[in-house]
T-cell receptor
Framework: SAVISQKPSRDICQRGTSLTIQCQVD?????MFWYRQQPGQSLTLIAT?????????ESGFVIDKFPISRPNLTFSTLTVSNMSPEDSSIYLC?????????FGPGTRLTVL | GQQVMQIPQYQHVQEGEDFTTYCNSS?????IQWYKQRPGGHPVFLIQ?????EVKKQKRLTFQFGEAKKNSSLHITATQTTDVGTYFC????????????FGTGTRLTIIP
């Protein structure tokens, strides 16, 4: 299986500020995925982070708001920029290994 | 775009009763995956179904993929308190595509 860690596990931020979330995987993977889960809701894919190329964003998500880095095959960051209360959510990174999808523990973000 | 509907949205059952959640797609699926998310936790992969009409069992859990590959179900026999959580189905655009579209989820609560 894959072990995924995320930092921070939670944060409370002021509107207008930015937060960078880190994701570390214990295996090398080509693609890493960033999901958002709003309170009581399902998961929505934000973007796919590919090592060596720009991230691919889903409809409704843009690079200026959610810049992503992917410096190597085991690490990625997602930044939530210029935050507003609507960005309050759980952000999860995910990878696919051995035909299974693994999720990190999530970062619970509250924007005041 | 893809739409994956799940019913019911909520289910409250007495411990020992059975539980079923259904997943329906507007398009033919290449495969369907099922996840369980405990309260406060992250989604955990349960199983993947690929073949039309496929049925797989994991102890008290039975997973089924429809003949037309447009629907799937998860059935739990004799629920236990450890079954509490939200069950999500998820689909990929095509086999080998690792991007997941999650269903709306069914939240299961158990009355002891």
């Amino acid at each position: 299986s894959a072990v995924i860690s995320q930092k921070p596990s939670r944060d409370i931020c002021q509107r207008g500020t930015s937060l960078t979330i880190q994701c570390q995987v214990d295996s090398q993977v080509t693609m890493m995925f960033w999901y958002r889960q709003q309170p009581g809701q399902s998961l929505t894919l934000i973007a796919t982070a590919n090592q060596g190329s720009e991230a691919t964003y889903e409809s409704g998500f843009v690079i200026d708001k959610f810049p992503i880095s992917r410096p190597n095959l085991t690490f990625s960051t997602l930044t939530v920029s210029n935050m507003s209360p609507e960005d309050s959510s759980i952000y999860l990174c995910s990878v696919r290994l051995y035909n299974e999808q693994f999720f990190g523990p999530g970062t619970r973000l509250t924007v005041l | 775009g893809q739409q994956v509907m799940q019913i019911p949205q909520y289910q409250h059952v007495q411990e020992g009763e059975d539980f079923t959640t259904y997943c329906n797609s507007s398009t033919t699926l290449s495969n369907i995956q099922w996840y369980k998310q405990r309260p406060g936790g992250h989604p955990v992969f349960l199983i993947q179904l690929v073949k039309s009409g496929e049925v797989k069992k994991q102890k008290r859990l039975t997973f089924q993929f429809g003949e037309a590959k447009k629907n799937s179900s998860l059935h739990i026999t004799a629920t236990q308190t450890t079954d509490v959580g939200t069950y999500f189905c998820a689909e990929t655009l095509n086999f080998g595509n690792e991007k997941l579209t999650f269903g709306t989820g069914t939240r299961l609560t158990i009355i002891p």
